[in-house]
């Protein structure tokens, strides 16, 4: 029987960061949790991590599509998504949520969907470095351990 996990040390691995600068303070917190766990974790060199900054979440996709074309083992995508009291939430979490969901498969490339979808800003806050930990920490290991079971599964 073989059963495959995933390790985290992956030290010349080249990724990605998709960040949005809209909701930048809490955003800034999911960066940072990502990059401390992806150099101390994973021991992935400063020169083989690239960061993007991007408007707002919605032009996520785009950058992430483009991204897969290039040389990366995984990307990241960053981002908070505030409920308000219109329907713009709905249509903004749904698209990046399918298109980065549908590029990653069509890629066969670990995109990591590290983007908060939360009802007030306290929720968000909570998810970025408080009471409920760092999501940009759990995307960081995320994307470390899908890159090194890609890769075993590749050497079957």
């Known amino acids: 029987m073989k059963i495959i996990e995933g390790k985290i040390l992956s030290p010349k691995s080249k990724i990605a960061i ?3 600068r809209f ?5 800034n917190n999911l960066l940072d949790g990502a990059l401390n766990t992806l150099k101390r974790v994973g021991q992935v060199k400063d020169d083989n991590i690239t960061i993007v900054w991007v408007p ?18 995984a990307i990241i995508a960053l981002a908070t998504i505030i ?5 713009h939430f709905e ?11 549908s590029i990653s498969i069509k890629n066969s490339l670990p995109i990591i969907f590290g983007i ?3 009802n007030n800003i306290e929720q968000a806050i909570e998810r970025s470095g408080t009471k409920l930990g760092n999501k940009g920490i759990d995307a960081a290991l995320s994307a470390l351990e899908s890159i090194n079971i890609i890769k075993y599964i590749k050497n079957i």
């Open 83 to 87: 409920k308000g009291n219109t329907s």
């Open 23 to 27: 909701n930048k303070s809490i955003n």
């Open 18 to 20: 998709v960040v949005s």
């Open 56 to 73: 707002g979440a919605y032009e996520i996709p785009l950058i992430v599509n483009i991204l897969s074309l290039k040389k990366f083992d």
């Open 91 to 101: 249509f903004i979490s749904s698209s990046c949520s399918s298109e980065i969901s």
């Open 116 to 118: 908060l979808t939360t």
